[in-house]
């Protein structure tokens, strides 16, 4: 019979911010609630942080991954001030709070007041030239039109197309929500990504009334913003790698395992046992996976092959970043804004692009501008195979084209993000419950990260955190169970001086 009284293994797989923020939470309560625990955290490359990377070069610094801390959700802001970073935190600039939109060769504001679907101002919607005359009235017809079904899930692109219109979608929805979850929007669920519009829909019935409603409870000086609400964007002032440094400094040494793949996870009696790389095994009483869903189904695919599957079926997309140094006089844009967005519909290789060094102080030295071009997405997924020559030439094409910028770049700096972005299509909430079932059969296995419930820096955060506190309380069932049987069958062995468990 098992020692129910001995330290107990956690081993957290994934050294992205998810298996970070996870281990470092099993810390934090380690040593608050003195549990007889160790953490261990396996990495498979040789670096932590996964797809966040900050580079410093010639006085620019540059993110090769994400680049902002979203602060309406609070999971992210709360972990940066527990690891004492909240002096480190900057926002935007308050100037040029505002987004463009490519149509032909030119970039056009978002209207001010434009929320992301839907505008909340009729003027600077209405003088724009982002949309035909048909297409604002189409869109106005919002206004009148009654609500949709409720209850099934429905894709972004149905609803954009129902609500206001086939050129809306194209034009607006599909660039600035395809820009956040680089997905393709007739397969979007809109349940699972943006479920405050169907609440909109289903409480106020029309969008642009239930968000001028919402609007009006905003300060009047963040009103004129467009888009998304940059007054919300936040990010750390040497980039986002410091939270990851930071996260990995709270670790124990030893704690930390990097060029170390898990290959596979087995169960045994009442502990795991995960292969590794180099041939070895390691046991544990519990297995945070904060890894991508298709690689937690390699993983399970002999242990569970209901939950693989499951897994396996969350599609991803591709993405490439490309980070770009100018001297400013070679840029006649007045960059005016924080960056652009580019409809599939244009054709063009950038999808997205950053003003980095005008959206956060300091990305650039005096007189030097940094930009940021994504490529790749579920729609446009070609630039994400092309050589960086290809891509740089296509890039620098449509910078040309769009920005006049004619002379090359001081230099430039590709990253690839191979299957770095989870879709979440139409039916993902159910493919959720079938995991959340199929996990029940694993109670110390947790599965964390961004293929469940958002994709965001916060969202991850929580999920690991979340993952981490369930495992806790998981286990400390399996030490209940484990001490009615120590009861039925003492130990020969006396346990005395260990620390109390979990
Ligand atoms: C290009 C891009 C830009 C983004 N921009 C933003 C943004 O600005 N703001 C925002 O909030 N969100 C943004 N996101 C989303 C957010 O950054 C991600 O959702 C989040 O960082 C994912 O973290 P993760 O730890 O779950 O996954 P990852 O970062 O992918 O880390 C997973 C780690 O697990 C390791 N691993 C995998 N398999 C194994 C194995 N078998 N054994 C051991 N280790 C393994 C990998 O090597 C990797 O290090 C962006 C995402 C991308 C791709």
């Not at 434009?114 to 724009?128: E, H």
């Not at 409603?213 to 300060?219: A, H, K, L, N, T």
């Amino acid at each position: 019979m098992e020692h129910s009284h001995r330290v107990r293994r956690i081993i957290v797989v994934g050294g992205g911010i998810t298996g970070l923020a996870a281990a470092h939470r099993l810390e934090e309560r380690r040593h608050a609630e003195r549990l007889a625990c160790e953490v261990l955290l396996l990495e498979a490359g040789p670096r932590l942080g996964g797809v966040i990377s900050t580079t410093c070069r010639d006085g620019f610094i540059l993110e090769s991954g994400p680049d902002t801390i979203f602060t309406n959700k609070p999971w992210g802001l709360d972990l940066i001030g527990r690891l004492g970073l909240s002096e480190r935190l900057i926002g935007t600039t308050d100037t040029h709070r505002r987004t463009f939109v490519a149509r032909g060769g030119t970039l056009h504001p978002l209207p001010e007041g434009f929320l992301l679907l839907a505008p909340t101002r009729f003027g600077p919607f209405l003088r724009s030239g982002l949309l035909s005359w048909r297409g604002k009235a189409r869109t106005a017809l919002d206004l009148f039109l009654a609500r949709g079904r409720s209850g099934a899930d429905e894709s972004l692109a149905s609803f954009v197309r129902r609500r206001f219109g086939q050129e809306a979608l194209t034009r607006l929805a599909q660039p600035m929500v395809g820009g956040i979850y680089t997905a393709d929007p007739e397969r979007l669920s809109l349940r699972a990504t943006l479920p405050q519009f169907l609440q909109m829909e289903e409480r106020h019935r029309s969008i642009i009334l239930a968000l001028r409603r919402q609007r009006s409870s905003i300060p009047s000086e963040r009103r004129a913003e467009s888009g998304p609400r940059y007054s919300l964007f936040a990010t750390l002032d040497d980039g986002l790698q410091t939270l990851v440094d930071a996260l990995v400094q709270r670790l124990p040494a030893g704690a930390v395992r990097r060029c170390c793949p898990v290959t596979g996870i087995a169960r045994e009696e009442t502990r795991w046992t995960l292969r590794l790389g180099d041939g070895t095994n390691l046991e544990a009483d519990g297995i945070i996976l904060g890894i991508p869903a298709f690689r937690a189904a390699a993983l399970t695919r002999d242990l569970d092959a209901d939950l693989a599957s499951e897994l396996e079926a969350i599609p991803y997309a591709s993405s490439v970043i490309v980070n770009l140094a100018y001297r400013r006089e070679e840029i006649p844009h007045p960059l005016d804004g924080f960056g652009f967005v580019v409809p599939a519909c244009e054709g063009r290789t950038i999808i997205a692009c950053s003003f980095s060094s005008v959206k956060f102080a300091a990305r650039a030295p005096a007189d030097h501008v940094l930009l940021r071009a994504f490529a790749g997405g579920a729609l446009q997924p070609e630039p994400f195979e092309w050589d960086d020559e290809m891509l740089l030439t296509a890039v620098r094409r449509d910078l040309n084209e769009l920005l006049g910028i004619r002379a090359a770049p001081l230099w430039s700096h590709v990253t690839r993000h191979p299957r770095s972005m989870p879709q979440y299509h139409v039916g993902h909430l159910n493919r959720l419950a079938a995991l959340e079932e199929a996990l029940t059969r694993w109670p110390t296995l947790k599965l964390a990260g961004n293929a469940y419930r958002g994709v965001g820096i916060p969202d991850v955060i929580h999920s690991g955190e979340a993952a981490a506190d369930a495992l806790l309380a998981d286990l400390a069932v399996a030490r209940r169970q484990g001490d009615a049987e120590l009861a039925m069958n003492p130990p020969t062995r006396s346990c005395a001086g260990q620390e109390s468990l979990l």
